[in-house]
């Protein structure tokens, strides 16, 4: 790969080796200060341990919180959030420390508490963010799942914790109880909330999130551990107590440096969690303690908590169905890849943000990915799907609430902004270009792609969704062509014939209409003067622009994906037209020319075979024509798809030979029955000694490698007796017929009397016209 999709270019790290260097680090730091802890061998407070140990152990996942804000250029808010508490998590920590230090007993509660309550609350903003960002339409289960989860592990924390939370309200420690009590119930919730996004959504909660979930539980098991203590002032600093908090911060950092590497949107799907595992765990838990409370004496707090997490699991099955029908609307307008809406979705969706508009002024934004084809292609499908994972995540970071982010399909984005003006939807596309600049780590392959971005403005460009979609996509391949990253449309963009004007739904009518043509090009023996087989060349009868060239709509083909049916149609037709001419007793080959995906196509051969069975034709009515460059771009993978061919019986050319820079070994190597020679070098013979040469030079070497040569471009007499004194053994060009319908085709044959063209007339000039003319009719 090479310019936007290097890949681990030289002299950049690899930021997949940084993330194991960053996370070892958070968890050696964690360790060293347990081992300390652990080492020392009395409670009382230590400088070494309590703070050159200590210290770092707790602020280093705060620093590497904010470090991963910077890499990200804080347009990941759950990131931000979480930065910011591991800062008010260390913090707390340093106030507890400092104060310890000076002899000092600190009170419960005190400054440290702000700290670590804080702590909670943004850690529960962060996830609030993560379902925001990732799974907008699922944002209610999810809190009902976490509250749910939470009020289950409350109450079954007001068993375990009933001493605590009897003196909460008794003596003069009730204060230092509740907030006691209130830690490790504020964990169990932060718990209950990331099972509960990762299970709701029915997807792998992932080694990230394995990261988060360890890291809370630790945090809640030390909270535990803490309340008992507190309760009789047995807590000091510097136990194995503190180190758990510390490595359970380090994982919780770990959380974020794993996001910040993967930023997909979409979790994997291997060891999926069930959907009701949040709201299953707590129903137990919930009914656990109300059958303990008919045996022995349970504090009111825990029944009432356990009735509250059966009301609250029951409450989904009273709208069981009506829960079913919008789960499954939901799937049907989601892209399984991204998880943002797909194209039902935004064809469901938009026309009523239009008309809600009243007028107002909006933007719809066309993005496209620029080279995704050679990275898909290259790298595989597997890379391909986690690239398109990451640039939904990074759009997604880019746009507010209100902007709707749909995937069309592809490499192909969506976005619509409402009341924006042109100034602005130009501003966002240059923001959502700068965030997708960034290299992409996709596990061990480093890649750079970026996009171009079309714009289209409600109402001036249209009033409704199709016309709008096509200005932009119209929008978006002048800003490929002129690489400026992006463009609004307008009224000069992609005039009539381009293949920019071709919007993909245009592409898949011409395929489903019958809008494809072929026009028929015969292929003269110079030897005999027979016509033994023609060229298939397709046209496109658009319904508005007429009669298109394939210089007009081959590339977009290409681009949108589409040239396997494209290449199904045309072998399809040129078959069914040499079926017509084999059933009346006039045999002629057919040869189509073939693009480089559809020689990479391994199912090609049977393709083939089913195609000509059908019609009773034999394989060898069929010439496929290739071109240099497929063999140049996997020439192993050519060889299998040809040689399957050739052994059917299906006759393979090599098309425009010598206009390409490859090396001549692949004609030793793969099994060609013809060469092509290329039109620029015929054109240019009569007048050009060199070019002479070379065409003669080129029609020796074929035949020693036992390969017929056909000359392309012939379009005067002169050229047509050189090449047959020179041995040629096929010429097409203009001189003969140019392309034509097989109606005319038909005509053109039953007009004409076959007649060999005798060689040794180059250079006389007595009477050749006639005879020329009769050769080739």
Avoid at 123 to 144: E, H, K, N, S
Avoid at 277 to 297: D, F
Avoid at 432 to 449: H, K, S, W
Wanted: net charge negative; aromatic share 6%.
């Amino acid at each position: 790969m090479h310019g936007d999709t290097a890949v681990g270019s030289r002299g950049r790290r690899s930021w997949g080796r940084d993330v194991w260097f960053i996370c070892g680090a958070l968890l050696v730091a964690a360790a060293a200060y347990a081992a300390g802890v652990i080492l020392r061998g009395t409670k009382d407070f230590s400088f070494f341990v309590d703070g050159v140990l200590g210290l770092p152990a707790v602020v280093l996942p705060a620093a590497v919180g904010w470090l991963m804000v910077h890499r990200l250029k804080g347009q990941r808010p759950e990131i931000v959030l979480a930065a910011f508490a591991l800062s008010c998590h260390a913090a707390g920590t340093i106030y507890y420390v400092v104060v310890s230090a000076a002899g000092e007993n600190v009170p419960l509660p005190s400054p440290a508490d702000i700290g670590y309550v804080g702590f909670y609350l943004l850690m529960f903003a962060a996830l609030v963010a993560t379902v925001r960002r990732q799974m907008r339409d699922m944002a209610g289960p999810v809190i009902l799942d976490s509250v749910v989860g939470g009020s289950g592990a409350a109450a079954f924390l007001a068993v375990v914790l009933d001493p605590v939370l009897s003196s909460a309200f008794e003596g003069p420690h009730s204060g230092a109880a509740v907030l006691g009590a209130a830690y490790p119930l504020m964990d169990l919730l932060l718990v209950a909330a990331t099972i509960a996004i990762a299970a709701t959504a029915g997807r792998n909660v992932g080694r990230g999130w394995g990261l988060l979930v360890l890291g809370l539980l630790i945090h809640t098991g030390a909270d535990i551990v803490h309340a008992l203590l507190e309760l009789n002032d047995l807590y000091v600093v510097g136990t194995p107590l503190d180190a758990a908090w510390a490595l359970g911060a380090a994982l919780i950092a770990c959380w974020t440096v794993v996001q910040s590497r993967s930023g997909a949107p979409a979790m994997r799907r291997s060891r999926e969690i069930p959907v009701q595992a949040v709201p299953a765990l707590a129903t137990l838990a919930g009914l656990g303690v109300l059958i303990l409370a008919t045996q022995q004496q349970v504090t009111v707090l825990a029944v009432v908590l356990a009735s509250l997490t059966l009301a609250l699991a029951a409450l989904p099955m009273v709208f069981r169905q009506r829960i079913r029908l919008l789960d499954a609307t939901r799937q049907a307008r989601t892209d399984e890849l991204t998880g943002l809406p797909n194209r039902r979705a935004l064809y469901g969706e938009l026309p009523g943000r239009l008309a809600t508009a009243a007028g107002r002024p909006s933007a719809v934004l066309l993005l496209d990915l620029d080279k995704f084809k050679e990275i898909n292609d290259g790298l595989g499908h597997d890379v391909g799907d986690r690239l398109l994972q990451q640039v939904a995540s990074r759009l997604s970071g880019q746009l507010a609430p209100a902007d709707l982010l749909t995937r069309m399909g592809g490499d192909e984005f969506v976005v619509h902004i409402n009341d924006c003006v042109p100034h602005e939807a130009q501003a966002v596309a240059l923001k959502l270009r700068e965030a997708l600049a960034d290299p992409y780590d996709l596990g061990g392959i480093t890649v750079q792609v970026n996009a171009s971005i079309g714009i289209s403005l409600f109402p001036g460009h249209g009033g409704d969704l199709s016309l709008l979609l096509r200005k932009a996509d119209m929008a978006m391949y002048t800003a490929k062509s002129t690489r400026s990253g992006h463009a609004v449309y307008s009224d000069g963009d992609a005039g009539p014939g381009s293949s920019q004007c071709h919007t993909v739904q245009e592409l898949n009518e011409a395929l489903r209409d019958n809008q494809l043509t072929l026009h028929f090009q015969p292929k003269i023996n110079l030897a005999t003067g027979e016509v033994r087989s023609a060229e298939a060349l397709v046209r496109w009868e658009h319904p508005v622009l007429g009669l298109l060239q394939p210089d007009a709509f081959l590339k977009r083909f290409d681009e949108a994906g589409l040239m396997p049916a494209l290449t199904g149609v045309v072998l399809a037709k040129a078959l069914d037209q040499a079926a017509v001419w084999a059933s009346r007793d006039q045999p002629l080959s057919v040869a189509v020319n073939l693009s480089a995906s559809s020689i990479m196509d391994s199912k090609l051969p049977n393709q083939v075979a089913a195609m000509t069975i059908a019609r009773g034709l034999s394989p060898s009515a069929l010439i496929v024509e290739i071109t240099e460059d497929v063999l140049v771009a996997d020439r192993d993978r050519a060889r299998t798809v040809l040689a399957a061919l050739k052994n059917m019986g299906v006759r393979i050319a090599v098309d425009d030979f010598g206009k390409g820079y490859s090396s001549l070994s692949y004609l030793r190597e793969l099994p060609i029955d013809e060469l092509k020679l290329d039109k620029s070098f015929i054109l240019t013979m009569v007048d050009d000694a060199r070019a002479t040469a070379l065409v003669a030079s080129t029609i020796d070497m074929a035949h020693s490698l036992g390969l017929e040569m056909t000359a392309e471009g012939v379009e005067d007499k002169e050229t047509l007796r050189r090449l047959t004194d020179y041995g040629c053994d096929l010429a097409q060009g203009y001189l003969m017929s140019r392309p034509i319908p097989a109606e005319q085709m038909d005509a053109w044959l039953s007009n004409r009397t076959p007649r060999p063209l005798p060689r040794g007339h180059a250079l006389q000039d007595a009477g050749p016209a006639q005879e020329i003319s009769d050769s080739i009719g």
